[in-house]
């Protein structure tokens, strides 16, 4: 089974920056995606990236602000979080297959 570990969440203030990654433990031959959930709210998929990164998915929500990529050399997913908003405030999860990594917190302050 895949190990997911996600790193690079942080306390910015609103219409900053933050650029999360993702290492897999080994080889990822399919989509991967990056979802999040704010306490008392449901969880959203955030993005999505097909294995050879000619296909994306935003929500609505981030579109023109987020940015997903991977590095399949190095077993790599990151998601570049732009003009971040109070409400982007939430754990950020790496998703491949059914497995998730452990979240980081990204958290947004006016």
């Known amino acids: 089974q895949v190990q997911l570990v996600e790193s690079g969440g942080g306390s910015v203030q609103a219409g900053g920056s933050l650029r999360l990654s993702c290492a897999a433990s080994?080889?990822?031959?399919?989509?991967m995606g990056w979802f999040r959930q704010a306490p008392g709210k449901e969880r959203e998929g955030v993005a999505a990236i097909s294995y050879h990164g000619r296909a994306t998915y935003y929500a609505d929500s981030v579109k023109g602000r987020f940015t997903i990529s991977r590095d399949n050399t190095r077993n790599m997913l990151y998601l570049q979080l732009n003009s971040l908003k109070i409400e982007d405030t939430a754990m950020y999860y790496c998703a491949y297959d059914d497995r998730r990594g452990q979240g980081t917190q990204v958290t947004v302050s006016s």
């Open positions: 080994r080889y990822t031959n399919n989509s």
